[in-house]
């Protein structure tokens, strides 16, 4: 329809109108782990880079964070001397995909390499980390588009089909996070263009290409990050089994086998500290790293639950806790009413809809994996792998909660009213926390 796709040009346009506004303002390294993300960007260890030269690198992040007041926005005294390295005895930790794509983008815009501009070191690399955000913005946009897709095929030609894409926008911390340099905006991505293909599958059966796609996917996106498994673990055996048979047996085999195989991973993988929590301590803003397991409940509902809403900058920007308690509410009402919304949109499918719901328990479950094996419970953006599958679990608990005949027009009015949330949420505490 001719509508839906204005719809969704509007929809790319707002976005990355706002995201280009978001990564203007938040002032340098006021994204979590950005300053670890842009050295394994620029200056992974596995390159012909010269140690020396990776410390001088190393050294023009840390005068930069200090030119932008990086201890006194996150709520710290400015250490004396600064910090030599960002590193610490552990050594420079391995570059991922993301870091291999961002330096790459990086060199291809001209912002960092023998190209760049003329400009000091310490500009620079203020420069080439907002255009390294840019980046995070385009992935997000790729993201909202086959969001917008998906939830086109599996709702129909309704309006309904317009709530999870404007449910993604709506999200805080997801828009904050989207705007800023930091591996989790791939891992949603990758995992929205997972489910599209699944989708496919779906409909064609037969469909070599799209199985050879999520078969791609499945081995890149652990090579993005860790939490990638999650896409491995529920696209993968979902997509053999639409593939190459029908039998229940066969799919409940395959998805225990795998997901065995990635909790074995998630465990093996999480043995030690992780290199954000080496980050933070060298930083001194470790109050959000490192907790211990004794009153892990009291963490995730403080810690966990907050981080996933909406707490920007380095957990320093939290919204009033009236807040967290009624999102509270409302993802669990939603939750509640999936069943009901199933009923009337019988097209999402058992299957996919299992695929859905299995993504967002094992998101859950490596969290959990990193506070009992390394000791911390991580923040709530560590499960935006399952994000896109949220956002259409929510939609369906809305459709249960309202009526049959709803008018066409009160999905879009419906979900523009959480984007007017958020975009509350980003003029009354994220501005007020980086423009003093």
């Known amino acids: 329809m001719r509508a839906f796709r204005l719809v969704l040009c509007a929809l790319v346009f707002y976005h ?27 200056a992974p260890a596995s390159d012909s880079m010269t140690e020396a030269e990776r410390v001088h690198v190393e050294r023009t992040v840390i005068l930069s964070m200090a030119e932008f007041d990086f201890w006194g926005l996150t709520g710290q005294v400015e250490p004396n001397p600064l910090p030599h390295l960002l590193r610490t005895s552990r050594g420079s930790p391995p570059a991922t995909l993301y870091h291999r794509l961002l330096g790459t983008w990086l060199r291809v815009t001209r912002a960092w390499g023998d190209r760049a501009p003329d400009e000091t ?6 420069y080439a980390l907002r255009i390294g955000r840019l980046f995070s913005v385009l992935l997000g946009a790729g993201a909202l588009v086959f969001l917008f ?21 709506a999200h805080p911390q997801a828009c904050f996070i989207g705007s800023c340099m930091n591996s989790d905006n791939l891992l949603v991505f990758l995992s929205a263009l997972g489910l599209y293909f699944l989708s496919t599958l779906l409909r064609r059966p037969t469909s070599m290409g799209a199985l050879l796609l999520i078969v791609g996917l499945s081995v890149g996106a652990p090579l993005a990050k860790r939490a990638g498994l999650v896409v491995t673990a529920t696209l993968l055996p979902a997509a053999l089994w639409y593939r190459f048979s029908r039998r229940r047996i066969l799919l409940s085999v395959m998805l225990l086998g795998v997901m065995v195989a990635s909790l074995a991973s998630l465990w093996f993988l999480g ?40 707490n ?13 308690k009624l999102l509270a509410l409302f ?9 009901f919304g199933y009923k009337r949109e019988p097209r999402v499918g058992a299957v996919f809809l299992a695929v859905m719901a299995s993504q967002i328990v094992l998101a859950l479950m ?27 679990l929510c939609t369906l608990g809305l459709r249960g909660m309202m009526r049959q005949d709803m008018p066409w027009w009160s999905w879009p ?13 980003t003029c009354f505490v994220l501005v007020p926390c980086f423009l003093r």
Request: include cysteine; glycine fraction near 12%; proline fraction near 6%.
């Open 16 to 42: 990355m109108v706002r995201g280009i506004w978001l990564l203007s303002i938040v002032p340098p390294w006021q994204g979590p782990d950005e300053p670890i993300h842009f050295l394994l960007a620029v």
């Open 121 to 126: 070191l310490v500009a620079r690399a203020a």
């Open 149 to 169: 897709l998906l939830s086109s095929r599996l709702f129909g030609h309704s309006w309904l089909a317009v709530l999870p894409p404007l449910l993604l926008l």
């Open 271 to 310: 043995l030690g500290k992780s290199m954000m929590a080496d980050l933070a301590e060298v930083l001194g803003v470790g109050g959000w790293v490192g907790e211990r397991v004794s009153g892990w409940w009291g963490i995730f509902l403080t810690h966990f639950w907050t981080t996933f809403w909406g």
């Open 312 to 324: 920007y900058g380095w957990v320093q920007c939290p919204f009033d806790p009236l807040w967290y």
């Open 331 to 339: 993802l669990a009402a939603t939750l509640v009413l999936i069943p």
């Open 366 to 392: 490596q969290v959990v994996a990193a506070l009992g094996f390394r000791g911390e419970l991580g923040q709530g953006r560590h499960v935006f792998v399952a994000l896109p599958s949220l956002v259409i």
């Open 413 to 425: 009015l419906l979900g523009l009213v959480f984007v007017g949330l958020n975009e509350a949420a």
